[in-house]
């Protein structure tokens, strides 16, 4: 179906943050904005409209229930001039298997990945150009249904919002420092976990605020059935060198499909290093960096594609990695990834999807 475009008149049109080199995470939006609702069974008229605040009833499921999903993608300025989305389908895969989870209905693939495109055309001045910067990207999907008592909602929006950032490390790129959770878990054997949903995010604030207050920025979250095997970070999936191989927790239901995993599991082993997905048990793992055996430690997610990690805290003991350093296998997969999603380098995976 065509997507009918209303664009803004002049006056609507915003004023663009003058230093895109240093805007915040996700505080600033483009001019428009994609919006499809459901209804009776079936989604209506796919539009591109003005940027806009919704008029939603209180009684909405969305408020109730936390029926909702989301996700997140970005879109980069390449040096040739070109607009980019890295491996897109992949998150209109996620965001359908995240819908079924929910007892949401799905949006086509293709439909999804064109909303995209035909946004960020129309929105192209709002791609930021700085070598780190990006176009953030945050399909959503609402229950609507006015409606309270517990029930899979009859209605939904599906919504996309643009949001220019800046580089993520303000610093440069440096090792941070992750908490790992001693009180909550994040989710659990047959819960949500591998659905990009609010509440899976809602459950983590408590024991991040407290992270913060220590100077942490991430906490790294535990399996919830014996606290003892590492799962994943806040909004990356984690990674750890150990005797020279590369180890990342194993997608057991309770972690999310990271794309960002997937593209540097098929990286690392085609660069020649051993990679493995696998239970990581966490007192084993602090004893292997306070040896030595454990000598890198990298996030992996869309915000900042691969962040080296340079210190976990548990239960009031810190653990240096490499000395607070970035370590060398980090450093290439993060040089490779950025390369390919940037077009510095050849996108010999067909990972990238041009928009412009
Ligand atoms: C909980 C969680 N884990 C991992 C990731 C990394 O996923 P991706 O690489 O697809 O951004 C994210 C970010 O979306 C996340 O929110």
Known sequence: MDIIINKCTPEQLKEKPK??????????????????????????QPQIIPYQPFTLDPACAVFHYGQEIFEGMKAFYSQNGSINLFRPYENAKRFNRSAERMCMPTVDEELFVKAIKELIILDKEWVPKEKGTSLYIRPTMIA????????????????????PVGPYFKAGFNPTKIYVASQHIRAA??????????GNYAGTLSETEIAKKQGYSQVLWLDSIERKYVEEVGTNNIAFVVNEEILTPEL???ILHGITRKSVIQLAKDLGYKIKETKIELRKLLEQIENGECTEAFGMGTAASISPVGELFYKGKTYQINNFEIGKITQHLYDELIGIQTGEKPDKYGWIEKII
């Open 19 to 44: 230093d895109m080199h240093h805007l915040p995470f996700g505080r600033f939006f483009t001019d428009h904005m994609f919006l499809m609702k459901y209804q009776d069974g079936e989604w209506g």
């Open 144 to 163: 609507t249904e006015p409606a309270i008592g517990l029930h899979s909602s009859a209605e939904f929006y599906f919504y996309i919002i643009l949001s």
């Open 189 to 198: 054997p047959g819960g949500t976990g591998e659905a990009k949903t609010g």
């Open 252 to 254: 057991d239901g309770t």
